[in-house]
C-alpha cells in the first residue's frame, strides 16, 4: 500500500526549532518529487516547499523561504523539514504530499499523509 | 505569484443538486489545475488533474473543465458523502498556489 507519515510535530516556542520526517512506503521514494504543504487551524491549504526525486532542487514558499530546510534521505525512503526561527504564524498541521507525475517537480499530489501539527506558543 | 481565486467560498445544496465551483488564475496556467477534496480532519484528496482528468477511483459525477485562466469543478449529482471542502491549485509555476477552497455543506 502507498503510505507517507508524518512525525515530529509538537509545542514549540517562538524562535525555536522543529524537525518533520515523512516515511514513505508503497512506492519508489526516488522516482517522485515531494513537497510539503500546511494549513493553518480553520483556513486553507497552503504549499510550503518542494523536492525533486534526486534531492538536488529545492522549492520553497517566500513565507518561509531562509527559515526552512527540505531535504530527503532515499535510502531511508524519507523527507524532511527543518524549521528553524519559527513563528506564531507558522502553526499548522504539516502534510507530506507525492507528486503525481514521476520524474515531475511541479504536478498535483496524489497521495497525502495524515498530517502532523505544529503548534508555535510561549 | 500566481493568485488562484475560488468562488462560492460557501454552498448549501441538496442531495442530487448539481454543483458547480469556480477558479480563476491571475494568470494563464495551461490546464495546469488540479482539484482537491477535504473532509474535516483529513487530509485532501485528489479529485482531477490537468484540469479535466480524473483520478483513479474518483466517481464520473466529478468532472472539471475550463482553459487559460478560468476552470471549473462540477458534481452532476450531489451525494451524501461530497459534503466536504473543495480546492483548486495550480501547478503551472512555482510558488504552487491554492484556491481558498469552496465548503459544500448540506441544505
Known amino acids: 500500500e502507498v503510505q507517507l507519515l508524518e512525525s515530529g510535530g509538537g509545542l514549540v516556542q517562538p524562535g525555536g526549532s522543529l524537525r518533520l520526517s515523512c516515511a514513505a512506503s508503497g512506492f519508489t521514494f526516488s522516482s517522485y518529487a515531494m513537497s510539503w504543504v500546511r494549513q493553518a487551524p480553520g483556513k486553507g491549504l497552503e504549499w510550503v516547499s518542494a523536492i525533486s526525486g534526486s534531492g538536488g532542487s529545492t522549492y520553497y514558499a517566500d513565507s518561509v523561504k531562509g527559515r526552512f530546510t527540505i531535504s530527503r534521505d532515499n535510502s531511508k525512503n524519507t523527507l524532511y523539514l527543518l524549521m528553524n526561527s519559527l513563528r506564531a504564524e507558522d502553526t499548522a498541521v504539516y502534510y507530506c504530499?507525492?507528486?503525481?507525475?514521476?520524474?515531475?517537480?511541479?504536478?498535483?499530489?496524489?497521495?497525502w499523509g495524515q498530517g502532523t501539527m505544529v503548534t508555535v506558543s510561549s | 505569484d500566481i493568485q488562484m481565486t475560488q468562488s462560492p467560498s460557501s454552498l448549501s445544496a441538496s442531495v442530487g443538486d448539481r454543483v458547480t465551483i469556480t477558479c480563476r488564475a491571475s494568470q494563464g496556467i495551461s490546464s495546469s489545475l488540479a482539484w482537491y477534496q477535504q473532509k474535516p480532519g483529513k487530509a485532501p484528496k485528489l479529485l482531477l488533474y490537468?484540469?479535466?482528468r480524473l483520478e483513479s477511483g474518483v466517481p464520473s459525477r466529478f468532472s472539471g473543465s475550463g482553459s487559460g485562466t478560468d476552470y471549473t469543478l462540477t458534481i452532476s449529482s450531489l451525494q451524501p458523502e461530497d459534503f466536504a471542502t473543495y480546492y483548486c491549485q495550480q501547478y503551472y509555476s512555482t510558488p504552487l498556489t491554492f484556491g481558498g477552497g469552496t465548503k459544500v455543506e448540506i441544505k
Open positions: 504530499a507525492r507528486t503525481f507525475i514521476v520524474g515531475a517537480t511541479l504536478d498535483a499530489f496524489d497521495i
Open positions: 490537468a484540469a479535466s
